[in-house]
């Protein structure tokens, strides 16, 4: 059993998101994605609506599960018994950061490894903050999103 957790603020999940979720989940057997706070950011979407959003469109992966957890991302694994955190990398800026958090993690806790999956050069240029400001500025997210959160975005979850 090849078991990992992909963690993530999904502020709101985007195709990129989408697109690691379902790469990483033909290599895995179990993949948890892992709604998470980060401290560096304050969230749009509140923890429900995030869930809500990955939970419909991770429906068709019958191997993904979503998952929240407010703490540290290793003392999850942990006691998930998961010894896998995969992770999402588009270009060389989020690098020094993500090398910087892997290691940290792997300080906390060395039996537990972090993978990184390279980004569909499709999607490098993509982020859910950038998703936010065009929706905020009356843009087009339709080709950003998956559809479904597209018309949750539209319909329910209007920014204010
Ligand atoms: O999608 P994001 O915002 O880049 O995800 C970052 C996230 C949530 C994975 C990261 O902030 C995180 O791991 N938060 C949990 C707290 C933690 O374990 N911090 C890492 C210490 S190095």
Do not use: C, W
């Amino acid at each position: 059993m090849t078991r990992a957790i992909y963690p993530g603020s999904f502020d709101p999940v985007t195709k990129g998101h989408l697109d690691i979720i379902i790469r990483s989940s033909k290599i895995m057997s179990q993949l948890t994605v892992a709604v998470m706070e980060n401290p560096r950011k304050v969230a749009t979407y509140d923890v429900e609506k995030r869930i809500e959003m990955l939970k419909v469109v991770t429906k068709p992966y019958k191997n993904v599960e979503v998952d929240y957890y407010e703490g540290l991302l290793i003392d999850y694994a942990h006691q998930k018994n998961v010894d896998i955190i995969v992770k999402g990398l588009r270009a060389i800026s989020d690098f020094e950061f993500e090398f910087q958090m892997a290691l940290v993690n792997q300080k906390l806790n060395p039996a537990i490894e972090t993978l990184f999956m390279m980004t569909n050069s499709k999607y490098s240029y993509l982020s859910s903050s950038i998703v936010k400001e065009i929706a905020a500025l009356g843009g087009d997210i339709s080709s950003l999103v998956p559809p479904e959160v597209h018309a949750m975005i539209v319909s329910n979850f209007k920014l204010d």
